[in-house]
């Protein structure tokens, strides 16, 4: 019999729907039936592509045995962290202090108050490897809170006020200059993998908004360092097996530091990220490698990831089946040199394994590889590109990894910006048609009447949980990148609508951010955090798109809201700048102006994509007619003798207007053109 889950339209919930354990939603009714009942709360919060997420609920939340125990002495709340980041940031912090480490699956006991007083992450049903099992740890719990209430009681108090007293340093006065970014181009370079490229070691995560930082910051100031890191990490990126040599996309991280073995969950915002990285490295470099990739990862998320009513997927799992039906971590993706054999006949699986380093030995478990692309001389280009849509074609038999339906708006935020730049660069139309569906779907069904958005909808269904400040400012960066690209005013229109609300009800004294509105739901602590994880932090994001809408639109507030956000990147930026580069890179486009260009003429015509292929860190663009338009930038600035014309502004002065491209092409180069 189904449990408490199946109205979610969380796949993660979903797939908890059919547990022994009768799992509740996060929601108020869970802890009015602890207080009701006297037990603590058992919260568990992981997401769908998380490996050890599905282990743990394999081994022990599918057990019969041990759901009857847990059932007996706790309310069981199960949350995905995807759904409620508010949730999932507040208890990883308290995790973190307690533990010095984190991850999902993470299992927190809380009071009936929602207070943490006992942490852990994944727990075994055997005890292994010096971790307590799982029923262990229960009974544990229960001892705990029958027999010494108060010191529980103590612990959980101590560590709400523990995390309550912990203030937010946002930088004080002032505005991150030439030398805190310079001091952070440092940082970067000292933590640089000169061999492998990226930075630091194992595991290795694609560095996406460090990347957008340097090649802002090579454009500012020429400096060709930056640029060289960013493209040789990219390059290494593309060549190791964190990319899918088939089929195009990127995997959510490398457990190692050559970016051999990935970790082979697919994530939406992972692809969104990159695709726009290797599109803007093109536009710097003019590198041909980065060109296919970012086309293979633009179509590679519309090919797998787009829903039905037009929005993008979160994710594939990293699982699926093999040939056996077992289920496991990568099947879909390795081959074996018999595999090889098999679809391509002796001598093509022989140019196979060398091309993409198939060994006998594997480079995966039990002889298996992972595609990589290794080879940096020059191959058949043609006999490569047969081999490869063989093998795909074959792959495409294989049974395929679970995807994770739920629509989550910061994500697709991200694509509708990737999507709009790619199809704009590229000559690719049918991209910008699926950015501009996607940011269709978002307005329609996650904007309300007052632009307040919902952080996820599934099948076309809005869910319940409130947007939080990354929903606002990735989304707001997709319509203003969709604006620029289509010249459709109604995109800054709604970008505009979307900053006010971060004004309103995000922003605190001197310019701090918040994760969560002001009159969202009150956990124990009010959620921020300024650095970047997988995505932007929320922080940054939003300062990104309130700097671009006072650019398009002369807003003093926006503009002096992004000044004061930015605040904290003066003070984290040269720390920490692996974790800060959005900030950095937002920062960029800040010491750059932003440049403001209006192109008064056709959309999509020679000057107009000048424009938009302009180098300037954070430039913003309107085309379009100048009678009636929606862009503030256009008004009163007509074409010259008939003529297309550009108007190119910073700082509150404006270059001679030019009708010639390539003058245009020199205006937006900083330094580094």
Known sequence: MPNRLAQATSPYLLQHAENPVDWWPWEPEAFEEARRRDVPVLLSVGYSACHWCHVMAHESFEDAELAEYLNAHFVPVKVDREERPDVDAVYMEAVQAATGQGGWPMTVFLTADAEPFYFG?????????????????????????????????????????????????????GLPGEAELAQALLGLTREYDEKHGGFGGAPKFPPSMAIEFLLRHHARTGADGALQMAADTCEAMARGGIYDQLGGGFARYAVDREWVVPHFEKMLYDNALLCRVYAHLWR???????????????????REL??????FASALDADSEDADGKHVEGAYYVWTPAQLREVLGEEDAVFAAELFGVTEEGTFEEGSSVLQFPRRDATDEARAAD??????????????????????AAWNGLAIAALAETGAYFDRPDLIERATEAADLLVRLHMGP??????????????????????????????????AV?????????????????????????????????????LIRRPQDPTDSATPAGWTAAAGALLSYAAYTGSEPHRTAAEGA????????????????????????????????????????????????????????AAGETAGSEFPLLAERPML?????????????CDAPTTDPEALTQALRGAGG
């Open 387 to 408: 081999v490869r849509a063989r093998l795909l074609a074959a792959r495409e038999l294989r049974a395929r990894p679970g995807r994770d339906d739920k629509v989550v």
């Open 566 to 621: 930015l605040g904290i990147v003066k003070a984290l930026g040269p720390r920490a700048p692996r974790f800060t580069g959005w900030g950095l890179a937002v920062a960029e486009a800040l010491l750059d102006g932003p440049r403001e260009v209006a192109v008064a003429g056709p959309v999509g015509g020679a000057l107009h994509r000048t424009a938009l292929l302009g180098q300037a860190p954070g430039a913003v663009v």
């Open 284 to 302: 710097s470099t003019g590198s041909e490698s980065a060109r296919r990739i970012a086309l293979e990862t633009a179509d590679f998320m519309v």
């Open 450 to 483: 007052v632009a307040r958005l919902v952080r996820t909808s599934k099948d076309g269904r809005a869910g319940a949980h409130a947007g939080v400040l990354e929903d606002y400012g990735d989304v707001a960066e997709g319509f203003l990148a969709l604006a």
């Open 306 to 311: 787009r829903t039905a009513e037009g929005g």
């Open 486 to 522: 289509t010249g459709e005013g109604t995109w800054l229109e709604f970008a505009g609508f979307l900053t006010d609300i971060v004004l309103q009800h995000f922003t605190g004294e001197g310019g701090q951010l918040y994760d969560t509105a002001d009159d969202a739901e009150q």
């Open 121 to 173: 992450t994944y727990f075994p049903p055997e005890s292994r490897h010096g971790l307590p099992s799982f029923r262990q740890v229960l009974e544990g719990v229960t001892a705990a809170w029958t027999d010494r209430r108060d010191e529980v009681g103590e612990v959980a108090g101590r560590i709400v006020h523990d995390l309550s007293e912990r203030t937010l340093d946002h930088g004080g006065e």
């Open 641 to 653: 003798g008939g003529a297309p014309t550009a108007y190119v502004c910073r700082h509150f002065v």
